[in-house]
């Protein structure tokens, strides 16, 4: 029968088909690669065994034709799978990711699919080829478990660990961070952290022959300090402790154990001998004396005779000064810790003692500490630069009027630089030696190789640091050469920056027996040069390096 023979499809089919979506597996776990199959649309069971058609339509016979697998699939997939490859025939595969991994996890998901096919000639009947003009929809569901399952490996950052690294892995903040799925299994790092309690700075008290310490913590609910004292309401009162000997003491709350220790021997009775020296404080922050390390310790002035001097900006606020008087100094080191010790107040009985950075324009505070008549304040802080310039101000509390003296204990160099030694070898000076009045002499120098070698440095804690560049600038400057000769001796030639000259003996020692002895000798002197320099710090106080460097003839006549 001709394909043009009826035009219009059948209105039903029937089949015993039960097409159904089928998986290797029921469970997908993340990561996974899985595949899904259209089953039953092909074979003996998708025959078409009854249809209805309309009446301008030629029925094929019973048998004559059956369903193929599916032409096109329409999958609809839960939002952890995904397509690979081809998305819309009988076979999908696809990948989970890890989006419902992150915890222990069960569920149930369902895969649909929407499907259309066709129909093709059994076989069964010779000669009938009409069967394209039949087709047919299915829809089919597919439920599948999903789970993973957690593994939580704790990490525990304390004060004294802030970090921790795993593997090539560092942990610095609390979290949970997956580390590895395998399969349903995942692995995470459960990082915890417990920030530790505020402790302030240390406070010495001096007493005759001992001292005590003390410092306050904040919170100090289930925080416990060890090492001898009291600890009451948040503050901590050490025991006395003999003077000479350094203190150690250790805040725990929980797993954490925050140490505070110094060895701040007591100090005698201040010794003012040296006081305002080498400058007195500044009445204003432009008028701040530089004084390094070796002048910084032991300095000793009062607030008596300061006016208030309140910075012009500030990028925090400071208190109002009253009567304040203003310092600077560079330190060594990142961090740094000061000692300042009150005494014979006359008017009030409290210092107060501020560290700012910046420059006059714009200062920001970055730590205070206080003490009363008698008393010793410590001032640390870190996260400072080395070389850089920084202010120190002095003020007394309700216009008290004390005198206070400064220890240094760490982070600034309190030595004197080592004497600096330049060696030279291979040069002289090249000329007679033995000369006869009115003789004629001509001298030239051979340079030498120098080296320079210092020694360490002296005195204090042992520590130099250069000053700051503002203290000796690097200007333009020059060596200059000069030669010197024997008062007995004149020159005739130019004596400045030249390695040659001629000299002749004084003619008025003719005719008279003597036997003179004298030298011959260079030096050269560095010259600044006019121009662009940078001007030194006149109120600057440091001890810096000097080298000599001369060579010596010595003439026999």
Not at 205 to 211: A, C, I, L, R
Not at 387 to 408: A, I, M, T
Request: charged residues 10%; negative net charge; hydrophobic residues 35%.
């Amino acid at each position: 029968m001709p394909d043009s023979v009826g035009s219009q499809a059948p209105t039903y089919i029937a089949t015993d088909c039960a097409p159904e979506i089928t998986g290797v597996v029921n469970t997908v776990c993340a990561g996974g690669v899985y595949t899904f199959k259209i089953e039953d649309l092909s074979g003996t069971s998708c025959v078409i065994n009854a249809w209805n058609v309309i009446s301008s339509y030629c029925a094929p016979p019973g048998g004559a034709c059956k369903l193929l697998d599916s032409v096109e699939v329409t999958w609809t997939l839960p939002p952890f799978l995904h397509p690979i490859g081809d998305d819309n025939g009988p076979v999908l595969k696809v990948w989970a990711d890890s989006s419902f991994a992150t915890n222990d996890t069960l569920f149930s998901a369902v895969i649909r699919a929407d499907i259309f096919t066709i129909a093709t000639p059994t076989g069964l009947i010779d000669g009938f080829c009409g069967c394209a003009n039949f087709s047919k929809q299915y829809e089919s569901e597919f439920w599948i478990d999903a789970y993973s399952t957690v593994a939580k490996i704790p990490l525990t950052l304390s004060c004294l660990q802030p970090c921790v690294t795993v593997g090539s892995v560092t942990y610095c903040d609390p979290g949970e961070y997956i580390i590895a799925i395998n399969g349903c299994q995942v692995y995470k790092h459960i990082v915890t952290k417990t920030d530790p309690p505020l402790v302030s700075s240390p406070v010495i008290q001096q007493n005759d022959d001992s001292y005590t310490v003390s410092f306050s913590v904040s919170p100090s609910n289930g925080t416990v300090v060890t090492g001898g004292g009291s600890f009451q309401n948040g503050t901590f009162t050490s025991l006395p402790i003999a003077c000479g000997q350094p203190y150690a003491f250790n805040v725990i709350t929980g797993s954490c154990t925050q140490t505070v220790s110094g060895s701040a021997a007591c100090y005698l009775p201040p010794d003012c001998n040296n006081f305002n020296i080498p400058a007195p404080p500044g009445d204003s922050c432009h008028q701040a004396p530089l004084l390094c390390g070796n002048f910084l310790e032991g300095y000793c002035s009062t607030t008596a005779g300061l006016l208030p001097d309140q910075p012009a900006y500030l990028t925090s606020p400071l208190p109002d000064f009253e009567n304040n008087g203003w310092l600077r100094f560079s330190p060594c080191e990142d961090s740094i810790s000061i000692d300042f010790q009150v005494f014979d107040c006359q008017v009030g009985n409290e210092l107060g003692f501020f560290l700012l950075s910046g420059d006059c324009d714009t200062l920001t505070p970055l730590a205070f500490t206080s003490a009363t008549d008698g008393n010793i304040a410590n001032l640390s802080v870190g996260g400072l630069n080395p070389g850089e310039v920084y202010y120190l101000v002095v003020d007394g509390f309700y216009g008290s009027e004390c005198k206070f003296q400064v220890h240094v204990v760490s982070g600034i160099g309190t030595a004197s630089p080592g004497l600096s030694t330049c060696t030279c070898t291979d040069g002289y000076i090249d000329g007679p030696g033995d000369l006869c009045p009115a003789d004629i002499a001509v001298y030239t120098l051979i340079l030498p190789s120098c080296d320079i070698t210092s020694d360490p440095p002296f005195g204090g804690n042992g520590i130099y640091c250069p000053p700051p560049p503002s203290v000796c600038p690097a200007g333009q400057d020059s060596l200059v050469l000069h030669w010197v000769i024997p008062p007995f001796m004149n020159f005739l030639s130019d004596s400045i920056n030249v390695l040659q000259i001629t000299t002749q003996v004084d003619s008025a020692f003719l005719g008279q027996d003597t036997l003179l002895n004298g030298t011959v000798s260079v030096y050269w002197e560095v010259v600044d040069l006019p121009g662009d320099t940078i001007a030194p710090d006149t109120n600057a106080f440091a001890h810096v390096k000097v080298l000599p460097v001369t060579a010596i003839l010595t003439l026999k006549m």
